[in-house]
């Protein structure tokens, strides 16, 4: 699968942004979905995944509450909504796919990534 996320740019404290993370492939559904995101000089985090059918979804304790994961199977693409973002929301954000059964949190969890698309949240 190849993934290509979008949906980054500017925003004020407070503010909401919508990522979108696109996929290609006939097999879309059969794959967990991960959201991570890497600030200058830090490690990659997990900020948030979703279980094959959209029925689970998990997220870092830092986000939990102002972001949202669905995805849409047949239009093979995953969303994050981020409200009341924070200057600490700032990042590089990226998309992940793994056919495993299960959500993992760890990076190494996911064999598939997208390019990554650039939030920036002004205080």
């Known amino acids: 699968v190849q993934l290509q996320a979008s949906g980054g740019g500017l925003v004020q404290a407070g503010g909401s942004l919508r990522l979108s993370c696109a996929a290609s492939?006939?097999?879309?559904?059969?794959?967990?979905m991960g959201w991570f995101r890497q600030a200058p000089g830090k490690e990659r985090e997990f900020v948030g995944g979703i279980s094959r059918n959209g029925g689970s979804t998990y997220y870092a304790d830092s986000v939990r509450g102002r972001f949202t994961i669905t995805r849409d199977n047949a239009k093979k693409t995953m969303y994050l909504q981020m409200n009341s973002l924070k200057p600490e929301d700032t990042a590089v954000y990226y998309c992940?796919?793994?056919?495993?059964?299960?959500?993992?949190?760890?990076?190494?969890?996911?064999?598939?990534w997208g390019q990554g698309t650039l939030v920036t949240v002004s205080s």
């Open positions: 992940a796919a793994d056919l495993s059964t299960y959500v993992g949190t760890r990076p190494t969890h996911y064999d598939y």
């Open positions: 492939g006939r097999t879309f559904s059969s794959y967990v």
